[in-house]
């Protein structure tokens, strides 16, 4: 084995003496919105530094060590990276200079249980189509009907996301170009016009998921925008999720600027009305002119912000319209074969007692040990081809389910590792739940687990500084996407927002988020990094 858990670490350890600035931009947090802003301003001439609070750098994409094995923390699949020609993977290769390489997943991506049922979902768009059409030979009038409303909603997704740029007045004048009246209802509203097959649109909506919201509270947006993301395929970043952040702090220090870990910030610093820089939780002041905060829009304006900024009031009461997205619970798991002497697949597992998810879902919220209503689990060590090579001998397991907060929230103010018995008690039970469910997909990994240890929503807080362990930053409603306030410019001089809430989840969305902001902030650079990234 010839990784350590010091190798996975990605930034330089916070101290004083290490800034070297001034500095033209600092960026509070280094999840991979924060990161990818960083990256395109550094490729524009600014001078960047990135402050992040936990011992790495990466946000979500991170990875750890522990016990002769390593886990990403929240990436499990990317799509769109098939082609260097899509914008999702121009924008990997700018801002990682081409350095970050993909490994595709089985081409049946995604497989979805309803109980005893299962269905793949298959790369490309006519096997896609195919496959849907096959399972459901009397819906193929209906399935067309929904993949012509999810092209629909991609040539008005252009257009809401140039909203995020221009001013109001302007955002305004585009608005009056309406978009299609299914844009922004609810997924299930949408699909239940098109089809009454409820398996049908279980089987549609089976990545839900994905941004943590069943299709009755899920906006048409956000359904649309994650299943064409994967409608070309899967596919897992090379050396684990933290070859993200690897390959990209280069770009940031190439241009004088840095990434520093166990750099907590405490505010936000004004003057004259205006931002001039950051204070640390140990007092130091890091200046400068502009501070973009990848923080998330709670934590920025309820703990970065405090009463003497006048427009802070408005922005508090902004956020009574928005929502915490789901927690969950996540069991990582380590065994003593490779992935191929264990016969892990390639492909995720979606596993759901029925086609009901809102019925299930309100099942387990009235009764803890009820089923649970989604258990997702992913195989790294089979996706990743170097896996093998940096951990010979040993493969990985990753199971996620939903895990509300207030589970856990008892134990909120005892330190992290020394939460005691009770809660070592609770986090067992619910390990061999989810052991239980693994084992009667695949029993045959009965009895070949070397190693399992459980994160709960307080992991989530203590490590992302997210207080109700959501995952996906603000849920993502209909009434999200109706906020013109969650863009990059704030109305506060020298104040921007970066990341998942000012677009979408996941690394795609934050990845966008901070691609928006660097355009703002880039003025005729920032035009020409629009063509580059988000052109034809």
């Known amino acids: 084995m010839n990784n350590t858990a010091a190798s996975i670490r990605m930034g330089r350890r916070y101290r004083a003496n290490r800034l070297d600035g001034p500095y033209d931009v600092v960026i509070v947090g280094s999840g991979i919105g924060g990161l990818t802003a960083a990256a395109c301003l550094s490729k524009m001439g600014k001078k960047v530094c990135v402050l992040e609070q936990h011992y790495t750098a990466g946000g979500f994409t991170h990875s750890y060590q522990r016990n002769g094995y390593e886990w990403d923390v929240g990436v499990h699949y990317i799509g769109d990276m098939g082609s260097p020609r899509s914008m999702g993977r121009r924008l990997f290769d700018y801002v990682s200079d081409g350095s970050l390489q993909w490994e595709p997943m089985d081409e049946r991506f995604d497989r979805i249980y309803h109980g005893r049922q299962c269905y793949d979902l298959v790369a490309g768009k006519s096997a896609y189509r195919e496959a849907l059409i096959t399972a459901f030979p009397a819906e193929e009038q209906a399935i067309n009907t929904y993949l012509r409303y999810m092209n629909a ?20 004048l585009l608005a009056k170009k309406k978009p299609p009246p299914f844009f922004n209802q609810t997924t299930r509203r949408v699909l239940e016009g098109i089809t009454d097959n409820q398996q049908l649109i279980a089987v549609l909506t089976g990545q839900w998921g994905d941004c943590g919201l069943p299709p009755a ?18 596919y897992y970043p090379v050396g684990g999720a933290s070859r993200m ?105 979606w596993i759901y007692p029925s086609e009901h998810y809102e019925r299930d879902l309100a099942t387990f919220d009235g009764d803890t040990e009820a089923e649970f209503p989604l258990v997702y689990i992913s195989f790294p060590s089979a996706k990743d081809p170097s896996f093998n090579h940096r951990y010979p001998g040993r493969a990985t397991i990753e199971i996620v389910a939903p895990g509300p907060h207030h589970w856990f929230s008892q134990w909120a103010d005892k330190p992290w590792g020394k939460r005691g018995d009770d809660y070592e008690a609770l986090k067992e039970h619910l390990s061999q739940r989810l052991l239980a469910t693994l084992y009667e997909k695949l029993p045959h990994l009965k009895g070949k687990i070397d190693y399992y240890e459980l994160s709960t929503s307080l992991s989530t807080d203590f490590f992302c500084r997210y207080k109700n362990g959501e995952i996906y930053g603000i849920d993502h409603t209909p009434q999200r996407f109706e906020q013109d306030w969650l863009k990059p410019k704030t109305t506060i001089p020298g104040l921007y927002l970066t990341g998942q809430d000012i677009m979408t989840c996941g690394v795609m969305g934050a990845m966008v988020g901070g691609l928006l902001t660097a355009i703002q902030l880039g003025g005729l650079k920032g035009l020409a990094l629009a063509r580059k990234i988000m052109g034809p």
């Not at 649309?224 to 409608?231: P, R």
């Not at 319209?321 to 074969?337: D, F, K, N």
Request: net charge neutral.
């Open 153 to 172: 909603v991609k040539d008005s997704t252009r257009l809401y996301t140039l909203g995020k740029l221009l001013p109001a007045w302007a955002s305004r």
């Open 217 to 234: 509270e899920s906006s048409f947006i956000i359904h649309s925008m994650i299943a064409q993301h994967y409608m070309h395929g899967a």
């Open 245 to 349: 952040a690897e390959t990209i702090i280069p770009t940031i220090q190439c241009a004088g600027g840095d990434v520093f870990t166990y750099a907590a910030v405490e505010k936000i610093l004004l003057r004259n009305k205006a931002v001039c820089g950051v204070r640390m939780v140990n007092g130091d002041e890091i200046l400068a002119p502009v501070v973009i905060s990848n923080a998330g829009v709670f934590n920025t304006f309820t703990e970065l912000l405090d009463d003497s900024v006048p427009q802070r009031a408005t922005y508090l009461q902004q956020l009574q319209q928005v929502r915490p997205s789901m927690a969950s619970i996540c069991l990582y798991i380590g065994l003593q074969q490779t992935a191929e002497a264990l016969e892990l697949p390639k492909t995720n597992l």
